[in-house]
């Protein structure tokens, strides 16, 4: 192997180093990116939540609910959709279903 053939090795090794760099300076851009949005999703999420439990919380003292809404209340307090578009279905870590409490304790 010739010094002219080293140079040019050495010279496309740079160069594929510069794109590994630069592929992993837009990963971690990407990824900062998503990681914020998360952030930002949960913060949101928690505020939401926190205005559902505040609605139910307000909405338990103005009228009784019916046995029917007080069965489906239990279900869903068990982990389980009570709402037609996944009935039956288990809630994963007892998310909140805006679908199910809308039907519990919606308009009476």
């Known amino acids: 192997m010739d010094i002219n053939?080293?140079?040019?090795?050495?010279?496309k090794l740079s160069a594929q180093f510069k794109q590994m760099v630069t592929k992993?300076?837009?990963?971690?851009e990407q990824?900062?990116?998503v990681l914020e949005?998360?952030?930002?999703l949960k913060i949101e999420n928690e505020h939401?939540?926190?205005?559902?439990?505040?609605?139910q919380n307000s909405n338990e003292g103005v009228q009784?609910?019916?046995k029917s809404k007080k069965l489906l209340e239990k279900l869903?307090?068990?982990?389980?959709?009570?709402?037609?578009e996944s009935?039956?279905?288990?809630?994963?870590?007892?998310e909140s279903c805006i679908f199910c409490t809308q039907i519990i304790y919606g308009e009476r």
């Open 76 to 84: 869903y307090n068990q982990g389980f959709h009570v709402c037609n």
């Open 31 to 33: 990824i900062n990116a």
């Open 24 to 28: 992993i300076g837009d990963l971690r």
């Open 5 to 11: 053939e080293m140079n040019d090795g050495m010279d």
């Open 64 to 66: 009784e609910l019916s």
């Open 48 to 55: 939401l939540r926190d205005l559902l439990e505040n609605s």
């Open 87 to 94: 009935y039956g279905k288990r809630r994963l870590q007892h």
């Open 37 to 40: 949005e998360n952030s930002e």
